[in-house]
């Protein structure tokens, strides 16, 4: 089965200096990978996707995911953060059937600080 | 405009009553999405549906009923609530099932 996580509940960053949320997951065959984020009291908003092609992927408010085959990871990066980006950040993959299913990570806290 | 939208936003009500929560999305998708999201903020799907039809039924109680009229709408019924039905709920839209998915603003149901 498909499956996600996210090791950190909570991360602390200074305003200016990069961040990293982390994430693992575990599939059978190829990795359909995303990044939510979750501002309070909204619904989850699309950051990036990886399907194929290059392991680096760029996405939104300049945010990029690292894809690593290798060490089964999909962390998501910025290089210098924003207390504007404080929110809570989920990662999902996709079941391997054409349904569109998330599985979602447990979500990692994230907090810039001035 | 709002892409997707829930009403109500807030839902309050006692145990054993029946409810509802609508969906609505102007974005022209194809697919529509329950997810409920619990205290600790785990996010799970609940049920899908791809032009009306439904494709995505976990296992959740039959109390719980997704209805689609047409593929703008979502609607869940829920009967018979309990107190652990208590959630936040989400809907959402993709293009198709493999799309990114946007979400609604959720509706917070607390059941006493």
């Known amino acids: 089965a498909q499956s996600v996580a996210q090791p950190e509940d909570q991360v602390n960053v200074a305003e200016g200096n990069p961040l990293t949320v982390k994430c693992t997951y575990s599939?059978?065959?190829?990795?359909?990978l995303f990044w939510y984020v979750q501002y309070p009291n909204r619904g989850l908003q699309f950051l990036l996707k990886?399907?194929?092609?290059?392991?680096l992927v760029k996405g939104s408010y300049g945010f990029e995911a690292e894809f690593n085959k290798s060490q089964t990871s999909f962390h998501l990066k910025k290089p210098s953060a924003l207390v504007s980006d404080s929110a809570l950040y989920f990662c999902?993959?996709?079941?391997?059937?054409?349904?569109?299913?998330?599985?979602f990570g447990q979500g990692t806290t994230l907090q810039v600080k001035p | 405009d709002t892409a997707v939208s829930q009403t109500p936003k807030y839902l309050v009500t006692q145990m054993g009553n029946d409810k509802s929560i609508k969906c609505e999305q102007n974005?022209?998708?194809?697919?529509m999405y329950w997810y409920k999201q619990d205290s600790k903020k785990f996010l799970k799907i609940m049920f899908s549906?791809?032009?009306?039809?439904?494709?995505i039924n976990e296992t959740v109680p039959n109390r719980f009923s997704p209805k689609s009229p047409d593929k703008a709408h979502l609607n869940l019924h829920i009967n018979s609530l309990e107190l652990g039905d208590s959630a936040v709920y989400f809907c959402a839209s993709s293009q198709n099932p493999n799309s990114p998915l946007h979400f609604g603003n959720g509706t917070r149901l607390t059941v006493t």
């Open positions: 549906y791809n032009n009306k039809e439904l494709i």
């Open positions: 999902a993959v996709r079941e391997g059937s054409n349904t569109g299913k998330l599985i």
């Open positions: 599939v059978s065959g190829n990795p359909y």
């Open positions: 974005l022209g998708h194809d697919t």
């Open positions: 990886y399907i194929t092609g290059d392991n």
